[in-house]
T-cell receptor
């Protein structure tokens, strides 16, 4: 069966520090991968999505970046965090064949607080 | 461009009553899917229901039904016989065949009252 893991679950970082959130999927190949951010009490904002290794589409350029070094690995990074980067980050995957007919499968989420 | 709009930030419903959560969408792609997800306070995302753009009938899953009005570009979620456990944030989402985006609305926080 397919599973998705993301870590760390929680982190508190000072403004200006770097960030790395990692997500891995098991039990499937060539998934579409997504990073979302949810500010406190707000909706899900699509940040990045990827349809293959090294292929990244950005919805929010700002100070965040994403990479997909392996088929089932998706990394969200920042060189210098801003206060506005605080939020709940969710990684998700879906089979490429069913991208507009199927359910997104989400990781457990990473709660980031920037102080 | 794709867009999902949920205009109800918060809703209250009495236990055992039905409730409708509104969702409108915009896309120029003729092939798309519409989805609803539930997010309890724990933060997990729970898939509820799916409606395809070519589906002639409204989707139903247990107490959930999706009122799909294509001409009005609306995809409202109806929850029948509300339960206390239905209290959560509800998100409408859309994905289209022309892109690989999967976008969400701003959500509606539902509170079921005993």
């Amino acid at each position: 069966s397919q599973t998705i893991h993301q870590w760390p679950a929680t982190l508190v970082q000072p403004v200006g520090s770097p960030l790395s959130l990692e997500c891995t999927v098991e039990g499937t190949s060539n998934p579409n991968l997504y990073w979302y951010r949810q500010a406190a009490g707000r909706g899900l904002q699509l940040l990045f999505y990827s349809v293959g290794i090294g292929q990244i589409s950005s919805e929010v350029p700002q100070n965040l970046s994403a990479s997909r070094p392996q088929d089932r690995q998706f990394i969200l990074s920042s060189k210098k965090l801003l206060l506005s980067d605080s939020g709940f980050y969710l990684c998700a995957w879906i089979s490429g064949a069913g991208v507009y007919t199927g359910e997104l499968f989400f990781g457990e989420g990473s709660r980031l607080t920037v102080l | 461009a794709q867009k999902i709009t949920q205009t109800q930030p918060g809703m209250f419903v009495q236990e055992k009553e039905a409730v409708t959560l509104d969702c409108t969408y915009d896309t120029s792609d003729p092939s798309y899917g519409l989805f609803w997800y539930k997010q309890p306070s724990s933060g997990e995302m729970i898939f509820l229901i799916y409606q395809g753009s070519y589906d002639q009938q409204n989707a139903t899953e247990g107490r959930y039904s999706l009122n799909f009005q294509k001409a009005r570009k609306s995809a409202n979620l109806v929850i029948s016989a509300s339960q206390l456990g239905d209290s959560a944030m509800y998100f409408c989402a859309m994905s289209t065949s022309g892109t690989y985006k999967y976008i969400f609305g701003t959500g509606t926080r539902l509170k079921v009252l005993a």
